[in-house]
Each structure stands twice: as structure tokens, then as C-alpha cells.
């Protein structure tokens, strides 16, 4: 059984990770559905081809997160790993057109 909260395992009558009890565990028809959360796996990948593959990784591995959490219910936990990818990839784009930028001033310079 999953904790509707957070989506984790639950063993016992509480959820191991914010407590909600387990007879709160059934959704029951007047509880909202959240909406999906998007993948930003494309960008992900996209920033890492283009931009900067290091940093570019760790938006994939965050991206790659996201359908899957959002599949147990983890609607949260997908948010914010869908957040995570999407700072990872604009660091990536920064930290390529940062690099990009002293290599033209060293160029015109020299």
C-alpha cells in the first residue's frame, strides 16, 4: 500500500515519511486529482548535447525521475524533481554560455 501523500510504502498504520494515517490512505471521490506533472526530459537531454554534459546528467538523472514517481503517486516528490531538472538544465545552458563568452574575449583580446 501507498501513502497517497507522499507515495511511500506503508507498512504500518502511519506513513513512515509524513505521518498520514493509513485509514486516510483511500482516495475517496471528493479529493482533488493534482494535475500531471510534465517531464522536462527533452530539455534535459537537449542541455546536455548542446550545453554543458557534465551538469547536463544530473537534469537527465532528475527528469528521468518524474513519470515514474508521478505513476505511484509521489505527485510532490515529482514536482519537485521535475523542479530539480529544470534548475540543473538552465545551470547547464549558464555554465556553457558563461565558458562560451570568456573564450571569445580571450580570442578577441589575444
Known amino acids: ?3 497517497t501523500n507522499c507515495g511511500a510504502q506503508i507498512q504500518g498504520q502511519f506513513c513512515p515519511l509524513c505521518g498520514t494515517p493509513a485509514g486516510n490512505l483511500a482516495p475517496n ?3 482533488p486529482v493534482p494535475p500531471p506533472v510534465a517531464s522536462p526530459l527533452f530539455w534535459s537531454i537537449l542541455c546536455t ?3 554543458c554534459f557534465p551538469v547536463g546528467i544530473v537534469s537527465i538523472v532528475y527528469a528521468a525521475k518524474v513519470n515514474s514517481l508521478a505513476a505511484v503517486g509521489a505527485y510532490q516528490q515529482a514536482k519537485e524533481a521535475a523542479d530539480k531538472a529544470k534548475m540543473w538544465a538552465w545551470l547547464a545552458f549558464g555554465v556553457s554560455m558563461i565558458i562560451n563568452l570568456l573564450y571569445i574575449a580571450i580570442n578577441v583580446m589575444g
Request: glycine share 0%; net charge negative.
Open 1 to 3: 500500500m501507498f501513502c
Open 29 to 31: 471521490a471528493d479529493t
Open 49 to 51: 548535447i548542446c550545453f
